[in-house]
């Protein structure tokens, strides 16, 4: 198995795109203002829904690729991310589908309830930690398997166009607890026998080996998309396959790996925090400062970004360019030190 590293080249693309008005949030990417032009429910128990954001004054969008994502700020100010799920050939609408969460961080729970058609939203412009490589890849591949679990179906179905759209063999399994829990079943009934579904309550929870099964030991790439658990078993099975690629995207934050403990001190209090080695320099500037904003905690979205003063971080990210990295900006949701860094806090 190859496991592939998440790639950021749709948004340095998008990231110079800017037709349309932006704002300068500040640390966060440019953001533009879309209206909500259309939320339908997508799944048979309207635990999914979907919105539809256009151009107040109708134009073309920044172009995205399959497994991009968008960082959409809520009326409350929370900035959360949703993978784009419409179609990237049409540049006149962004979608998006949101599984509310009643157990969530709030972000879900409010886009069901305060998300309407008509109404303006600041969108962040297209990013890619999840690119399909159609067109680059180095041979033919013999097979393409797209694996969802749950609303992971999202950046999976653009990918699943653009794999039928360039000829490359592809087949998906889509897991999914109930019948009714699963989103875009209708959509995806125009790809025939190429998309198998996997519903709990039926056939039982999904084993591994019918995850994998039938796919290629050789010239093969999968890309996963759903609960941590289920790409981890995919993971582990995947490391009998060395010449399939492996590409996931995750819901939840990766644990700490390869952590030591090391210390935060803040420059403008003089407090110093100890982040212990299976923990996130995040979590613990949280435990003493719980108004800090933060978002993906996987390292992309930048919105944790704080300034080192002094002492040598390791970066764990690749949303940062060198020049970020220069000017001292470090992600401590994800990036670490061995040593003392203090911190412009
Ligand atoms: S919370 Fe998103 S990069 Fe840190």
Redesign the pocket.
């Known amino acids: 198995m190859r496991v592939m590293n998440a790639g950021l080249s749709a948004w340095m693309w998008a990231e110079k795109f800017t037709r349309l008005p932006a704002v300068d949030t500040g640390e966060h990417p440019e953001f533009i203002e879309l209206a909500i032009a259309e939320r339908v429910a997508v799944t048979d128990d309207g635990s999914v829904v979907a919105l539809t954001f256009v151009a107040p004054d109708g134009g073309l969008l920044p172009a995205w690729f399959a497994g991009a994502h968008v960082d959409v700020r809520l009326p409350s100010g929370a900035v959360r991310?949703y993978s784009l799920c419409g179609d990237p050939r049409d540049r006149s609408r962004y979608r998006i589908a949101v599984r509310l969460l009643p157990d969530g961080r709030g972000g879900s729970a409010e886009v069901h309830a305060s998300l309407l058609p008509g109404m303006r939203v600041w969108i962040g412009l297209p990013r890619n930690a999840f690119p399909l490589a159609v067109g680059g890849f180095n041979q033919p591949l013999s097979e393409v398997r797209l694996i969802a679990g749950g609303i992971g179906i999202t950046p999976i179905l653009p990918m699943a166009r653009r794999l039928e759209a360039a000829a490359v063999p592809w087949s998906l399994i889509y897991c999914g607890r109930t019948r009714e829990s699963m989103a875009f079943l209708g959509e995806l009934e125009q790809y025939g026998d190429r998309v198998r579904r996997h519903i709990d309550e039926v056939d039982g929870p999904a084993a591994v080996t019918d995850l994998l099964n039938g796919l290629p030991k050789t010239a093969a790439a999968v890309y996963a998309c759903g609960p941590a658990p289920m790409l981890d078993v995919i993971r582990q099975a995947l490391a009998q396959y060395p010449d399939v690629e492996f590409h996931a995207e995750r819901f939840t934050p990766a644990p700490v790996v390869d952590g030591a403990e090391f210390e935060l001190r803040f420059a403008k209090t003089g407090e110093t925090v100890t982040v212990a080695a299976d923990e996130t320099a995040?979590d613990a500037i949280l435990a003493v400062r719980p108004d800090t904003?933060?978002?993906?905690?996987?390292?992309?979205?930048?919105?944790?970004?704080v300034r080192v003063l002094d002492g040598e971080p390791e970066h764990r990210?690749q949303?940062l360019s060198q020049r970020d990295i220069d000017a001292g900006h470090f992600?401590?949701?994800?990036s670490r030190a061995q040593e003392t860094l203090v911190i412009d806090l």
């Open positions: 991310q995040l904003t933060y978002s993906c905690r996987q390292g992309f979205c930048r919105s944790c970004v990210s949303a992600l401590p949701c994800v």
